[in-house]
């Protein structure tokens, strides 16, 4: 038997898809599969006892999703968490831990490391579980198993993850309790595709979800929204990286959604980039149920665009806001401030464009989580020759460690680049403000304009009181009460 467990319990609760995803494969190769849900435990150590106490699987698959709450000044760390409960597990059982998730797999082979699990499987664990599974009940290949870290005499190894062409995955989404989630995060999940192409500086994507594009069938994305759909899950929110990359597997997805009606009974978000984004893609989507998207805005200045190997303009960006305009979809755009090369004139050109186009929100993000395996991580080491280097955010001390939370800010913005972007924003409520840093310490930011969903009350208590949606249309919703 094989047990699941999701770490996963920040607030507002998001549903562990990967958990629902990875029990249906497993299940559909004969294996029995169980899932404990710390994110929807009172008390998860209790939880974790509670369960152990009677049961003895062949492999505990504990699923992390965030390392870190990727958000200067909170700098939120999970990985000591994951190392807690995987000693409160050791003290219930002898079998085996594997770790898996999006999160673990950007850091993967460090994380083993840390927490002394046995196993990590890097990327995609549907047919990797099943594989593990069959190597501890025979032959013990651990080398055959795709993205497997681990142990051998005494060195840690990693096996390449395979991306294969094209994936599917379960669609009857009942492993998890998706309408529990429904209830208390606003929103649900689904993928139409993983992977992704492109170079962006900072993005951990290509690590963690490979850079080939694994598309699924449109027919089985849309039966995997009926299956929600019959649990009372009208709300959703894609979990592709970006989904207009591919544009044409975009607009395939929407087609069978339209062919099916879905756009009358599910209302749904994505993260897109603003290329490519034209007037036939805007307008199927919103046929086909899209109500907001969240653009990769990064910067409205040309220099930075190129800087962070973007493929869109500026001029792309306007586009996008207009074309969602027409077709009657919320627009917001995410910023990401504090680059390398960025400067008062380049964050000012972008706040000031940002104004100009006028989408409904835009998240003004500051500092670059640098992830390990980026060009942000080569930028950074380059610079570090440098001792006069001022650019890295951090509240830990000793040598540059990125597994822990590490920002790069352009020291070009001064002691305070908080307080200068926010001068620059000026009070506009379509911007989601930076937090200020005091003393090493974030403030506590409970109003509207906080962007950092990482329990977040205030959208908390919305979701409670029966809002809906994207987290940051929910807060817009807010800010224009
Ligand atoms: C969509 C998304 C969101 C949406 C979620 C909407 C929804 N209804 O699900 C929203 C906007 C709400 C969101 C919020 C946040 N997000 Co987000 N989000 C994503 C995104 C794009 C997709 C996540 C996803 O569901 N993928 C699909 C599932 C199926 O994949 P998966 O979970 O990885 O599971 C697969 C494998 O990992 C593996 N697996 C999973 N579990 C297990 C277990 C075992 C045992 C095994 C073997 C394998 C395995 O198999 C699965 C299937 O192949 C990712 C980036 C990405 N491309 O993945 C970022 C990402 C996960 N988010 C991230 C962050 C930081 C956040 C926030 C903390 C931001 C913030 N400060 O507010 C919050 C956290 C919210 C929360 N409560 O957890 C980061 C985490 C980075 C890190 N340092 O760890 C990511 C990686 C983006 C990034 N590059 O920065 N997010």
């Known amino acids: 038997m094989l047990t699941l467990i999701n770490t996963n319990r920040m607030a507002p609760l998001i549903g562990p898809i990967g958990i629902d995803y990875v029990a249906a494969s497993a299940e559909k190769a004969g294996i029995d599969v169980e899932v404990v849900d710390l994110g929807l435990a009172d008390q998860p150590e209790k939880a974790i006892k509670d369960y152990f106490s009677n049961r003895e699987p062949e492999l505990v698959g504990l699923s992390f999703r965030n390392a870190d709450d990727c958000f200067w000044p909170s700098a939120d760390w999970f990985v000591p968490g994951l190392k807690d409960t995987i000693k409160t597990i050791r003290a219930m059982t002898n079998a085996p831990i594997v770790i898996g998730g999006v999160g673990f797999s950007i850091f993967a082979k460090s994380i083993v490391e840390y927490t002394g699990a046995d196993f990590g499987i890097l990327g995609d664990g549907e047919t990797a579980i099943t594989a593990l599974i069959r190597q501890l009940q025979g032959t013990r290949r651990f080398k055959d198993v795709p993205g497997l870290i681990w142990r051998e005499n005494n060195r840690i190894h990693n096996n390449p993850p395979s991306w294969p062409n094209s994936i599917s995955l379960g669609t009857t989404r009942n492993f998890i309790d998706n309408p529990g989630y429904f209830k208390r995060g606003g929103q649900c999940g689904l993928e139409t595709k993983r992977g992704c192409n492109r170079h962006c500086i900072y993005c951990a994507d290509p690590l963690a979800k490979g850079t080939t594009l694994r598309l699924r069938n449109p027919s089985e994305v849309a039966n995997e929204i009926e299956s929600l759909l019959s649990q009372g899950i009208d709300v959703l929110h894609l979990c592709d990286s970006e989904f207009n990359v591919p544009r044409n597997h975009a607009y395939a997805i929407c087609e069978e959604f339209n062919r099916r009606s879905l756009g009358d009974k599910v209302r749904w978000y994505a993260y897109l980039s603003p290329s490519p984004f034209d007037a036939d893609l805007a307008n199927v989507m919103a046929r086909a149920g899209c109500v907001g998207i969240d653009f990769t805005g990064d910067s409205g200045s040309e220099s930075m665009l190129r800087t962070y190997r973007q493929q869109h303009s500026k001029e792309d960006l306007a586009t996008a806001v207009k074309l969602c305009r027409q077709n009657n979809i919320a627009v917001m755009i995410d910023l990401l401030l504090g680059g390398p090369g960025e400067t008062l004139r380049t964050v000012q050109e972008t706040i000031d ?129």
């Open 353 to 481: 464009f940002i104004k100009k186009i006028g989408p409904d929100c835009a998240g003004a993000a500051l500092g670059i989580r640098v992830y390990p395996g980026t060009a942000m991580e080569q930028i950074v080491a380059e610079e570090l020759r440098n001792p006069t280097n001022g650019n890295i955010r951090r509240k830990y001390s000793g040598p540059i460690n990125l597994l822990k939370p590490t920002f790069y800010i352009s020291r070009a913005l001064g002691e305070r680049p908080a307080e200068l972007v926010r001068d620059l924003i000026a009070g506009d409520e379509r911007f989601f403000e930076p937090a200020v840093e005091i003393l090493n310490q974030a403030t506590e930011c409970s109003d509207a304009a906080n962007y950092n969903y990482n329990e977040n009350l205030l959208l908390t208590q919305a979701i409670r009181e029966g809002a809906r949606g994207a987290y940051w249309d929910i807060l817009r919703g807010l800010r224009n009460n």
